[in-house]
C-alpha cells in the first residue's frame, strides 16, 4: 500500500488515525513545553547580560596596579612601590544598535534595535565596544617617600599613567 493510499483511507483506519493524532498532540506539547524551559546555554542579549563585569574590573584593576609598581619603581630613589587603585566605574559593555529616522517638518522619530548576530538559540548582541573601568584615584607608597623631588616625580608619573589629576593621588611612606 502507498502512503497517498494509506493517507486516503486514514478517516476510515482509527488505529491509524489514533497514532497520528497522538504523534501530532506530543508534538505541539514538546514545540509548547521548549518555549517555556529556559535555555541553559545564557544566550548573551541585552535583556540577560549583565552591563558590568565585577571580574573583568578587578583583573583591570590588579594588572594596572601591578604594572604601574613596576613602572614607578624603576624612578631613581622611589625605592620599593605599592600601589593601590579605586575604581569609579565598572568594565561597560557598548552593543550596536541600527535605527533610522524620520524627520518631518514638526515632528522627528528615531527607531533603534540592537544588533543580533546568531542564528536559533544561539542568537546574542553584537558587542560593539568594551570601556574600560575608569579610575578614580590612587595611593602609592614607596619606600624613597623622604625625598620631595622623588615626590614629585611619583605624582606626575602617576598621574600621566592614570590620565588622573595630582588631586586624586596619595603618596605616602611604605613601611619596611
Known amino acids: 500500500m ?10 476510515k483506519d482509527k488505529k491509524l488515525l489514533a497514532v497520528v493524532m497522538f504523534l501530532g498532540i506530543a508534538g505541539l506539547i514538546f514545540i509548547m513545553l521548549s518555549a517555556i524551559v529556559p535555555d ?10 549583565s552591563l558590568s563585569d565585577s571580574s573583568g574590573t ?3 584593576r590588579i594588572e594596572t596596579e601591578k604594572r604601574l609598581e613596576e613602572f614607578l619603581s624603576n624612578i631613581d630613589g622611589a625605592g620599593d ?11 561597560r559593555y557598548v552593543y550596536a544598535t ?13 527607531e533603534k534595535k540592537y544588533v543580533i548576530i546568531g ?3 544561539e542568537k546574542s ?4 565596544t568594551v570601556q574600560t573601568p575608569a579610575i578614580a584615584s590612587a595611593v602609592v607608597a614607596c619606600s624613597g617617600f623622604e625625598s620631595p623631588a622623588v615626590q614629585e ?5 602617576t598621574s600621566a599613567a592614570l590620565g588622573i589629576p595630582t588631586g586624586q593621588i596619595y603618596v605616602t611612606k611604605l613601611k619596611r
Open 40 to 49: 541553559n546555554k545564557n544566550a548573551e542579549t541585552p535583556e540577560n547580560i
Open 2 to 11: 502507498e502512503w497517498a493510499e494509506k493517507f486516503r483511507d486514514m478517516p
Open 153 to 157: 616625580q611619583i605624582y606626575k608619573a
Open 81 to 91: 612601590v605599592k600601589v593601590y587603585i579605586m575604581v569609579a566605574t565598572d568594565q
Open 58 to 60: 578587578e583583573q583591570f
Open 125 to 128: 548582541a553584537l558587542v560593539e
Open 119 to 121: 542564528n536559533g538559540s
Open 98 to 110: 541600527e535605527g533610522r529616522r524620520n524627520k518631518s517638518e514638526n515632528t522627528a522619530e528615531e
